[in-house]
C-alpha cells in the first residue's frame, strides 16, 4: 500500500496533515499494478446553483432549500427538490454556499443552514444576521462525508422566530456579471489514478 495524502508513515502524515488542512480526507491507495506512479486529482462531481430567492414560509420550521434544475452524473442524482442520490459509495467533499438575505421587517433576521445525510445533521451549523432588508451575507460550510449507495443528501435553513420573520435566500444579480445564486452546492472527490 502507498498512503496518498496521509498515513502512518511519518512522511506522508505529514503531507496528510496540509492536505487536510485544505480541507481533503486522508485518503489510502495501492501501488500501481504496472510498477508506475500513482496520482490523485480531484475530480468535479456536482455543481448546481439556484438563482430564485426561497422564501421561509414559517418561522421555527426548516426548509429544505432546491438547487436549480435536475441534473445526473454517473455518481449523482439531484432532483428539483433538492433531494441528491448517491449513485456511488465514497468519500466526498461538498461546499454549499448559503446567500442570507431579507425581504422586510425592521430588526435584525437570524438564520442558520445545514447539511443533512439521510435525515441526519451532517457537521457544524452555519449562522448569521442580517440586520438590514437590502444585506445580503454569504455562509459557506465545507464538509467531508462518507456516503453509501442510494445515501441522500439535502440542506436545510432555518430562520428563528424571535427575530425580524423575513428570512429568505437571496440572488443579486445587476453590473452586467453572471448573477450571484440565492444557494449553490459544489460535490468533488479525490481520486486515485495509476499509470
Known amino acids: 500500500m502507498t498512503k496518498l495524502l496521509g498515513g502512518t508513515d511519518p512522511v506522508f502524515s505529514e503531507i496528510g496533515k496540509v492536505t487536510q488542512g485544505l480541507g481533503f480526507e486522508l485518503l489510502e491507495v495501492d501501488d500501481s499494478p ?43 442524482d439531484l432532483d428539483v427538490l433538492g433531494n441528491i442520490t448517491f449513485l456511488e459509495a465514497d468519500d466526498f467533499q461538498v461546499r454549499v454556499h448559503f446567500g442570507f438575505g431579507r425581504d422586510g421587517g425592521g430588526t435584525i433576521q437570524e438564520m442558520w443552514g445545514r447539511i443533512l445525510l439521510n435525515g441526519t445533521q451532517v457537521g457544524s451549523s452555519v449562522f ?23 445515501d441522500i443528501l439535502t440542506c436545510e435553513i432555518y430562520k428563528d422566530g424571535g427575530s425580524a420573520n423575513s428570512g429568505v435566500t437571496s440572488h443579486i444579480s445587476g453590473l452586467g456579471w453572471n448573477p450571484a445564486p440565492s444557494m449553490a452546492i459544489h460535490i468533488f472527490r479525490a481520486v486515485a489514478i495509476a499509470t
Open 34 to 76: 504496472t510498477g508506475g506512479t500513482v496520482t490523485v486529482n480531484i475530480v468535479d462531481v456536482l455543481l448546481a446553483n439556484d438563482f430564485t430567492n426561497q422564501l421561509l414560509p414559517l418561522d421555527d420550521t426548516p426548509l429544505q432549500v432546491t438547487f436549480g434544475d435536475a441534473q445526473a452524473t454517473a455518481e449523482i
Open 128 to 150: 448569521t444576521e442580517v440586520d438590514d432588508a437590502n444585506d445580503v451575507q454569504i455562509d459557506v460550510v465545507f464538509e467531508n462525508i462518507e456516503v453509501d449507495i442510494n
